[in-house]
């Protein structure tokens, strides 16, 4: 790092790798528009994989080369590129900043053994960015830091330091220090002065891209002052995380620390994730092959973070649950591997990007794929034995073929038909599962129908197929309102979903307003009699009965009692008088929702004994549920959530105030961390179904919920009036 080197040679294509020790996996992480993609690029030019258009051997775009990528000019989905740098394979996991897609984000942070932390420097670290870095110190996650946007008018790189310091350093803001300095040049008509270069702290070596090289110099004397307290400080920061605890006091004693045992100090810091350094980078100039910072970065990444062997592999089971001996990043081991993301190619198929964790894949070879802990949004338990195709690299447009794919290794998977996002792949002689990777819950409902009846034929297999590729979206059938409801992260997320299903599986969808379910109930006692009667020659039909309704408590459901006395219903038509009265209650007796929580009490009746019938009974026995309706107040029932919304402690009083207008009941609070507060409420369901867009505005992306079923309760008259005359309405 920072030390004088010969540029490693790149062979313009990643090569399958031979040993854990030489492959590196990294996340590229930060809000959208800070430079994520620019920068995977700009590695990718400096290691000679692209050529300085950025395109790669065959032509075609490197990166955001997803059609609906161009169209929305943004990343929408995790994407692998992968280089190499001095014999080491690094895996750059270039995941979307917009939080509408932060599954593909999990995804990479699940594939990966280190996180690439990119801030802007017009733009500062974002909410969203922070909590991120707080899941990833959660786990001991190593980090590093990489400031963009260096070239506008209001970048300060040395102030964005220090704010990353502060807010992700937490209470060790040494922990968050640069190794480099930026070298200005002149300053513009504008006042802001370009960076033009890079000052070594450790080897205080200046690092100049000016001439569109990267020329290594020494110092000038006017520029030894800039670094000096900058420089004792990082050593400063470096000892106290090193493990040799003599270190420091001969620091202090004054005693010169070679350059040697700083550098093998940060490195092990960095690969422990107890030291951040934070580095700057630039695309290359016109005509250059190397972007300002992408030398010290590549040299980060290869000597500073962790092998795959390093990291400690998400625990197993058997498919039945039974815990397994932990797994090591072993080559020769069992084989085991997650497939971390699943889409579509329409030349290829199904592609499958698997992260090896123990063993090796190969093509052709016949594995155990188990599916498990997703039921809940649209996907079914499965275990079965598929054959692998091809395994290959994917590089922009192109899938470059490997013959295997060892430990700590990503790779795609074609032709895996039944594999899904988040599935193992194993032995199929000794099936394992991994513990899933934590996924936010879709919370945003979008209602759906065929475009044509062309259409419908189709829908079906396209929702499957899409729901199979991104677990972040759960597919329902609702039984209550006869709704194709696509639960959604936001309104981005909807707007891929529903493209994917036209451009990719040919299905073209409408949007419809969704419905909550409601429910309907008796406000108070009432009667009502039944009387199917008809002669019209030959056979007729003949079936009266009483019934007398109350209401019970919330939750009964529908309880029948038969009170009849003497045989005015014979009893064989007695189950026929339930029967239809549970029909009718099904179908509504007000507003066409289901009726819940009552007791319809059969009092009496008369039958005839050759005209009467089950089916005549059972029409009797809905009449006389509607004649007691008729004569009854019937009360909406609304759904009420639990809802538990986790928001930065200066959004608490905007959050509690959004809830209660609402018509939400705020029932506490508590501390959830360091700066955050949890909002418990109980919310009514048909106020909250964009609450996951509002949520994100009113907490500038930061804030968070969950909901979950709790009662149906009385919808307020005046509401119940007003959703009953739009019904009218439309109808």
Request: charged share 25%.
């Amino acid at each position: 790092m920072g030390e004088k080197r010969t540029h490693p040679g790149a062979a313009g294509r990643a090569t399958s790798a031979d040993q854990p020790t030489s492959l590196r996996n990294v996340v590229l992480v930060g809000h959208s528009g800070a430079g994520k993609t620019t920068l995977v690029e700009a590695l990718a030019l400096a290691t000679g994989a692209v050529n300085r258009a950025g395109r790669v051997e065959d032509g075609g775009c490197l990166s955001d080369y997803d059609e609906i990528e161009h169209r929305q000019q943004r990343s929408v989905q995790l994407s692998l590129v992968p280089v190499d740098w001095g014999g080491i394979k690094i895996n750059l996991l270039d995941t979307p900043g917009y939080a509408d897609f932060v599954g593909e984000l999990r995804a990479g942070l699940r594939a990966a053994d280190a996180a690439l932390f990119v801030v802007s420097a017009a733009d500062g670290v974002d909410g969203a960015t922070r909590m991120v870095w707080d899941e990833c110190a959660a786990v001991g996650m190593p980090r590093a830091l990489v400031i963009t946007h260096l070239e506008a008018a209001r970048a300060d790189f040395d102030q964005m330091t220090r704010l990353c310091g502060s807010t992700l350093g937490g209470d060790d803001p040494d922990a968050v220090l640069p190794l480099y300095l930026p070298l200005y040049g002149t300053a513009g008509a504008d006042g802001h002065a370009p960076v033009h270069g890079l000052i070594g702290l450790l080897t205080q070596r200046v690092f100049d891209y000016s001439s569109g090289e990267r020329v290594e110099r020494a110092p000038e004397a006017d520029e030894l002052p800039l670094i000096e307290e900058a420089r004792n400080r990082l050593i400063e920061g470096i000892i106290a995380e090193s493990e040799d605890e003599s270190l420091m006091d001969r620091y202090l004693a004054g005693e010169d620390i070679d350059l040697k045992t700083l550098v093998g100090d940060l490195e092990t810091a960095v690969a422990r994730g107890t030291f951040h350094p934070v580095l700057a980078a630039a695309p290359a100039a016109e005509g250059a092959r190397e972007g300002l910072g992408t030398i010290e970065l590549l040299d980060l990444i290869a000597r500073g973070f962790p092998t795959p062997a390093e990291r400690e592999a998400p625990a197993v089971t058997t498919p039945d649950g039974k815990p397994r001996p932990a797994l090591t990043c072993d080559p020769a081991g069992p084989l085991v591997a997650e497939v971390v993301k699943t889409s579509s190619d329409p030349y290829v198929g199904r592609l499958s990007l698997v992260r090896v964790f123990s063993g090796t894949l190969r093509p052709d070879e016949t594995v155990h794929v188990s599916g498990h802990g997703l039921t809940d949004r649209g996907h079914e338990d499965h275990d079965v034995d598929e054959r692998v195709g091809a395994l290959s690299a994917p590089f922009g447009k192109t899938q470059r073929s490997l013959t295997k794919a060892i430990a700590g290794d990503l790779a795609c998977v074609a032709k895996l038909t039944r594999a899904e996002t988040g599935d193992t792949l194993s032995d199929k002689d000794a099936p394992l599962l991994m513990e899933p990777w934590s996924m936010p819950d879709p919370l945003l409902p979008v209602a759906i129908q065929a475009h044509s009846k062309a259409d419908e034929d189709k829908l079906s297999q396209g929702l499957s197929r899409l729901v199979a590729e991104d677990p972040t979206m759960r597919l329902e059938h609702n039984q209550g309102t006869h709704q194709v409801v696509l639960w959604c992260l936001g309104e981005a997320h909807v707007d891929v979903a529903l493209e994917r299903l036209r451009s990719r599986y040919g299905v073209q969808v409408d949007t419809v307003p969704y419905k909550v379910p409601l429910r309907e109930t008796f406000g108070d006692r009432s009667a009502g009699r039944g009387r199917h009667v008809k002669q019209s020659g030959g056979h007729g039909q003949y079936a009266i009965c009483e019934i007398e309704v109350e209401p019970l408590p919330g939750g009964s459901g529908i309880e029948f009692v038969d009170k009849v006395v003497g045989g005015a219903v014979p009893r064989q038509f007695i189950p026929s008088v339930e029967k239809g009265v549970r029909a009718q209650a099904a179908r509504g007796v007000a507003a066409g929702y289901p009726l819940v929580d009552v007791r319809v009490t059969l009092l009496d009746g008369k039958a005839h004994s050759v005209d009467s019938s089950d089916a005549a009974f059972q029409t009797a026995g809905a009449l006389a549920l509607r004649e007691a309706a008729s004569g009854a107040r019937i009360h909406l029932l609304e759904p009420v959530a639990e809802v538990t919304v986790l928001v930065a402690d200066e959004y608490v009083g905007a959050a509690m105030s959004d809830l209660s207008g609402r018509r939400g009941r705020v029932v506490g609070t508590e501390q959830a961390g360091h700066g955050r507060t949890l909002v418990r409420a109980e919310v009514p369901e048909i106020e909250i179904s964009r609450y996951a867009v509002d949520l994100r505005s009113l907490s500038h992306g930061t804030g968070r919920f969950h909901r979950s079923y709790a009662r149906h309760e009385p919808m307020p008259p005046q509401l119940a009036a007003r959703l009953r005359e739009q019904e009218d309405d439309g109808s």
